[in-house]
């Protein structure tokens, strides 16, 4: 046994880092890979789940963040910046603490959940929510970091995408060859570009003996990829990608074309529908943007776009945990009882 060491360590001589430059990190990375039962007999695929939600801030963005922090402090950066639906600014606001760095975030009032505003709001990052979309404040966010001193930190920052692309590397690395499937949510676009570049790296150094083809899913009210224009006003339940312009929108389309893949539209219904599915019969609580790729791996199965026993790994990229409010709307209220056992065994028809 031997414990993990953030995927700086694990991955350095693949990451644009020197022996100088400081690590900045929280052991991201390592993440399970978790084999899915039911989702697999549904589809009679061999389907794996990448856990993404159990990095340190409960999300995926701490691999790009690691890096792209590091990178930040080595420049000599003092502050760092980002426009996020929530789990950029978390991870942003906690590797900013860890280098001594000042961070800001700008939010889309309102559209976020409320567990990445309360991780932003405990780091000590400065916040503001603004009355637009996302878009709106990514663009914002690039004028800033144009015209003060102040680093940006959104994967329009190619380390970010360095960082990311470990994760494809982890499952190569658990399966011992790239899986025939990869199945992954996509808002701004960056997570399926930075998994492409990982498996075409272990490809090309013959770590792995095949590249998977890319399924990509946006959620259907927030779809420019798939529609073929940017979408003005997005909406979906699935805040994390309510994204109408994304900012690597022609890596994410070289991502799909040169895999032999797809990018395709999932409804909020089929997304609800996977999250609960992943909670109630797989046992694994994650966001509702995360279950764009189970959506979408069931949406692909109808289509019969999948051969038997093909082997599918889905990205989950975000803990259940990061949006309470959603979760409990869908459940049913507990009961309330008094303290008296036999009162506990009659409302749980024990007897
Ligand atoms: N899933 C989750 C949970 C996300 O937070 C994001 C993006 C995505 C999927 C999509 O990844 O943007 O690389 O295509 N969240 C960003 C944020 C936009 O600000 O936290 P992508």
């Known amino acids: 046994f031997r414990a993990w060491r953030g995927l700086i360590e694990e991955y350095r001589d693949r990451l644009p880092v020197t022996s100088t430059t400081p690590v900045v990190t929280l052991l991201e990375g390592g993440t399970p890979l978790v084999p899915a039962r039911r989702v697999s007999a549904l589809t009679g695929?061999?389907?794996?789940?990448?856990?993404?939600g159990l990095n340190p801030t409960g999300s995926f963005k701490d691999r790009g963040m690691t890096v792209a922090i590091s990178k930040a402090v080595e420049e000599g950066a003092k502050a760092v910046i980002c426009a996020s639906t929530g789990n950029t600014s978390a991870s942003a606001a906690a590797y900013a603490v860890r280098a001594g760095l000042t961070c800001a975030v700008l939010v889309p009032r309102g559209k976020i959940a409320m567990g990445k505003l309360a991780q932003a709001l405990v780091h000590g990052a400065k916040l503001l929510q603004v009355d637009g979309s996302f878009d709106d404040c990514l663009e914002m966010?690039?004028?800033?970091?144009?015209?003060?001193?102040?680093?940006?930190?959104n994967s329009v920052n190619p380390h970010r995408l360095q960082g990311q692309k470990t994760a494809a590397f982890e499952i190569v690395d658990a399966l011992g060859d790239a899986p025939e499937v990869h199945c992954i949510p996509v808002g701004n676009a960056g997570n399926i570009s930075a998994y492409w570049m990982g498996y075409r790296e272990y490809a090309a150094d013959?770590?792995?003996?095949?590249?998977?083809?890319m399924l990509g899913f946006q959620a259907s009210g927030s779809a420019?990829?798939?529609d073929?224009?940017?979408v003005t006003h997005p909406h979906t339940i699935a805040t994390a990608i309510r994204i109408g312009n994304p900012a690597s929108w022609k890596l994410a389309e070289a991502a799909r074309d040169e895999s032999g893949g797809d990018i395709q539209a999932v409804t909020d219904r089929q997304i609800a529908a996977a999250y609960k599915l992943l909670a109630q019969e797989e046992g694994v609580f994650v966001e509702l943007a995360s279950a764009a790729s189970v959506a979408g791996l069931l949406q692909a199965h109808e289509q019969g776009l999948l051969r038997q026993g093909e082997r599918v790994v889905c990205t989950v990229t975000g803990n259940g945990l990061k949006d309470p409010d959603w979760a409990i709307s869908g459940a049913p209220t507990p009961l309330t009882i008094p303290v008296d056992a036999f009162a506990a065994a009659h409302a749980l028809e024990l007897a």
């Not at 966010?141 to 930190?153: G, M, S």
């Open 45 to 52: 695929c061999d389907v794996h789940l990448k856990v993404e």
């Open 141 to 153: 966010t690039r004028k800033l970091a144009e015209n003060y001193p102040i680093a940006l930190v």
């Open 206 to 213: 013959g770590l792995a003996t095949r590249t998977p083809r």
């Open 224 to 226: 420019p990829i798939v």
């Open 228 to 230: 073929g224009a940017p």
